[in-house]
């Protein structure tokens, strides 16, 4: 008896949750893209053939194609406070002391907090009725916001339809919009190169993303939301403490931060602080600070609040990421691929935790975008490891004397000139690898921590080795001696055989490190990533037309047109065949791009695996790309999905936690018998 397509639609609608749920949730993928697309592609089918069916919350109803005139004024239920601040450890210390002689507890007592990350986007309201999302809304002034509903329906990480036990009749639930660093670089990089304004931070990109009329363009924007807290909960009781809220907000399918932590008095803060701060730049996401929340829901009552914020919560903020400083002039730079880029030379300014004193201008366009002048005064920006902007001139500001870049006729580094396509932002030297300066740059990027990961190859050494002309492209790296190398400034007997040590470990790579690492115009590392993992072996990547390099996700016709002439050019054929005899490897797979690839019968096929701690033979990028080539996939986060936990030296909370839940702990050496089993040897 084949199944009603009522059945089937409401089996497809609750598999497609539960799958949400794993990759949002418990950011714990348990299908492949392909396969849950395939369960997206059959609802749409079955309520295609049924239009009777379709219900607003189905996971296919998120984007709406009728565009708003305006967005109307959305109240809220319950207010939506503001946080205090605290910008040191005295103002903490001040904050515990209050919340510690409110409470009249003695001052010996650790309250305990929940400390989280305070995520630098748009604040969000989230109503649901009877379970189903009836109304989002921004926080506009706290007592009115602006309702944004069709906008956050296209949110993957926000529920249509809440999942799990126990749901309320009415929740309203808060939380932040964010966009993804790697998103907006992403986007801001598309701008850029169409000539369209960027956006100064990934705070307004989430912002301008949001407050988009047409739906389908909030869609586009890959946005992200984590949940913090509950402001109305109707037909149920309170859960009794904020850990408790947040565990009924998982269940209920919403994402919520997985850097929350429990600690304990003023110690267990700051030490939070500091493990946050050091964690800020590698997060996925901009944070300005952390928030502490006592966790007993009845000593929140008694200590209420006071002028619309809570006495029993504080945001702790971070240095900032943007500062006020002064171009004192504009200099050009020549690159790898030897654009032209003006660099603003600024008055030493401290921003996000580091002294600035350069900002990357981009383009001539991006100076008349701007309007910059030297003399000006600017807003930079500093965010992760991505170089400072100039994001904003002070124009009130600027001296009479103020003065207009030019961009030079002749390359600063070796004279020959400067060229500028009709209709490109950017303009090139023409003097190609005879350039010292695009030698450097190439040489400065191949080795790189994301490219072939050479420690202890500084751009210091790198200018010398050029200017020595003993390495004249990448592949001579790897004929270096230490005797040599000991002959260079600040190098001695025991660091040049270190670094003769690390260039050649790095000899075994993973194909996406090197295709970033040979510098391709516009392909930076998701695009390498996306590559090798689309086509699996270089030869295929070199071999590919136009229409196939289009079919890796976010590959257009631009990149794809980079990747290709890159190819075909004789001299990086040469660099590309000298490495491979030098002897730099990695482990190849079959391609994604296959139709049956998804299917195929790899050894590892659905066996979560996840590295911790250091490797000696390999390091962990490498192992980690040996075990997808053999089905395996690896994980950053032990869950009880976990099969196996590879765990070296220096492993911490994943090797605890997999020993609390159980998962089977194996060392290095286990893993390399593993590998050689199917013929991979470190
Ligand atoms: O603005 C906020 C950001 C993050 C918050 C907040 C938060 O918790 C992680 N929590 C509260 C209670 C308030 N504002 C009022």
């Known amino acids: 008896m084949s199944t009603a397509p009522s059945e089937r639609i409401a089996e497809l609608r609750d598999l497609i949750r539960k799958h949400d749920y794993h990759y949002y949730v418990e950011d714990d993928p348990q299908l492949p893209d392909q396969a849950y697309d395939a369960l997206m592609r059959e609802l749409r089918e079955l309520e295609s053939l049924h239009p009777e069916l379709i219900t607003s919350e189905s996971p296919t109803q998120r984007v709406s194609g009728t565009p708003l005139s305006a967005f109307s004024p959305a109240e809220h239920v319950v207010p939506m406070l503001s946080l205090d601040n605290a910008f040191s450890e005295d103002d903490m210390e001040?904050?515990?002391?209050?919340?510690?002689?409110?409470?009249?507890?003695?001052?010996?007592?650790?309250?305990?907090?929940?400390?989280?990350?305070?995520?630098?986007?748009?604040?969000?309201?989230?109503?649901?009725?009877?379970?189903?999302?009836?109304?989002?809304?921004?926080?506009?002034?706290?007592?009115?916001?602006?309702?944004?509903?069709?906008?956050?329906?296209?949110?993957?990480?926000?529920?249509?339809?809440?999942?799990?036990?126990?749901?309320?009749?009415r929740l309203e639930v808060r939380g932040e919009v964010v966009m993804a660093k790697a998103s907006f670089e992403a986007f801001n990089e598309r701008a850029r190169a169409k000539d369209e304004k960027p956006f100064v931070n990934p705070r307004n990109a989430a912002a301008g993303s949001l407050r988009q009329l047409d739906a389908r363009v909030t869609a586009k924007r890959s946005l992200d939301c984590y949940c913090y807290s509950i402001g109305l909960l109707e037909g149920q009781d309170w859960p009794e403490t904020h850990e408790e809220a947040l565990e009924a907000l998982k269940c209920w399918g919403f994402r919520v931060n997985p850097e929350i932590r429990k600690v304990s008095g003023l110690s267990g803060m700051s030490e939070y602080y500091e493990h946050m701060l050091i964690r800020r730049d590698g997060l996925d996401y901009d944070i300005d600070g952390l928030v502490f929340k006592i966790n007993r829901r009845d000593w929140q009552e008694t200590l209420g609040f006071v002028a619309r914020a809570p006495r029993w919560a504080i945001a702790h903020k971070f240095p900032a990421q943007?500062?006020?400083?002064?171009?004192?002039?504009?200099?050009?730079?020549?690159?790898?691929?030897?654009?032209?880029?003006?660099?603003?030379?600024?008055?030493?300014?401290?921003?996000?935790?580091?002294?600035?004193?350069?900002?990357?201008?981009?383009?001539?366009?991006?100076?008349?975008?701007?309007?910059v002048r030297i003399g000006d005064s600017v807003m930079v920006r500093r965010a992760g490891d991505v170089i400072p902007q100039v994001v904003k001139v002070i124009t009130e500001s600027r001296p009479a004397d103020a003065k207009k870049p030019e961009m030079p006729t002749q390359c600063p580094v070796c004279q020959a000139a400067i060229e500028r396509e009709e209709g490109q932002a950017v303009a090139r030297c023409s003097g190609g690898i005879s350039c010292a300066a695009q030698r450097?740059?190439?040489?400065?990027?191949?080795?790189?921590?994301?490219?072939?990961?050479?420690?202890?190859?500084?751009?210091?050494?790198?200018?010398?080795?050029?200017?020595?002309?003993?390495?004249?492209s990448p592949a001579e790296l790897f004929g270096l001696e230490a005797p040599a190398l000991a002959l260079l400034e600040r190098m001695g007997k025991k660091s040049s055989e270190k670094l003769v040590q690390a260039i050649q470990n790095a000899k075994t790579t993973t194909l996406a490190r090197f295709i970033y690492a040979l510098g391709i115009r516009e392909v930076g590392e998701a695009t390498a990533k996306g590559l090798a993992g689309y086509f699996g072996s270089l030869a295929a990547v070199r071999e590919a037309t136009l229409e196939q390099l289009q079919e890796v996700p976010d590959v257009g016709g631009v990149v794809a047109g980079h990747v290709e002439t890159?190819?075909?050019?004789?001299?990086?054929?040469?660099?590309?065949?000298?490495?491979?005899?030098?002897?730099?490897?990695?482990?190849?797979?079959?391609?994604?791009?296959?139709?049956?690839?998804?299917?195929?019968?790899?050894?590892?096929?659905?066996?979560?695996?996840?590295?911790?701690?250091?490797?000696?033979?390999?390091?962990?990028?490498?192992?980690?790309?040996?075990?997808?080539?053999?089905?395996?996939?690896?994980?950053?986060?032990?869950?009880?999905?976990?099969?196996?936990?590879?765990?070296?030296?220096?492993?911490?909370?994943?090797?605890?936690?997999?020993?609390?839940?159980?998962?089977?702990?194996?060392?290095?050496?286990?893993l390399l018998a593993l590998l050689e089993r199917y013929g991979i040897s470190a």
């Not at 309201?125 to 809304?137: Q, W």
């Not at 002897?583 to 695996?609: A, I, K």
Request: charge should be negative.
């Open 322 to 371: 943007e500062a006020l400083t002064v171009v004192e002039n504009i200099e050009f730079q020549v690159g790898r691929t030897g654009a032209v880029t003006p660099v603003a030379k600024l008055k030493p300014v401290f921003v996000g935790g580091v002294t600035v004193s350069n900002a990357t201008l981009h383009n001539m366009d991006e100076i008349d975008r701007l309007d």
């Open 94 to 169: 001040g904050f515990v002391r209050r919340c510690r002689d409110r409470l009249k507890l003695p001052a010996t007592a650790d309250i305990e907090f929940m400390a989280e990350p305070k995520l630098d986007g748009i604040a969000i309201s989230l109503l649901y009725e009877n379970g189903k999302l009836s109304r989002a809304a921004t926080r506009g002034d706290g007592q009115t916001g602006e309702n944004i509903t069709a906008n956050a329906r296209t949110i993957g990480a926000i529920p249509l339809q809440l999942t799990g036990e126990g749901i309320p009749e």
């Open 440 to 472: 450097k740059e190439a040489l400065k990027h191949f080795v790189s921590r994301k490219a072939m990961d050479i420690d202890g190859l500084g751009d210091k050494l790198i200018d010398q080795l050029v200017d020595r002309n003993w390495v004249k």
């Open 566 to 670: 890159f190819f075909k050019q004789v001299h990086n054929i040469e660099v590309v065949d000298a490495l491979i005899s030098v002897g730099v490897v990695w482990p190849e797979s079959s391609p994604s791009s296959d139709g049956e690839g998804t299917e195929q019968d790899l050894p590892l096929d659905g066996l979560t695996v996840v590295l911790t701690g250091s490797l000696e033979a390999m390091s962990r990028d490498v192992a980690g790309a040996h075990l997808e080539s053999l089905g395996a996939k690896v994980a950053g986060s032990v869950s009880k999905k976990t099969a196996w936990v590879v765990a070296g030296p220096g492993a911490g909370s994943k090797l605890a936690k997999a020993e609390s839940l159980g998962v089977d702990v194996y060392d290095e050496a286990w």
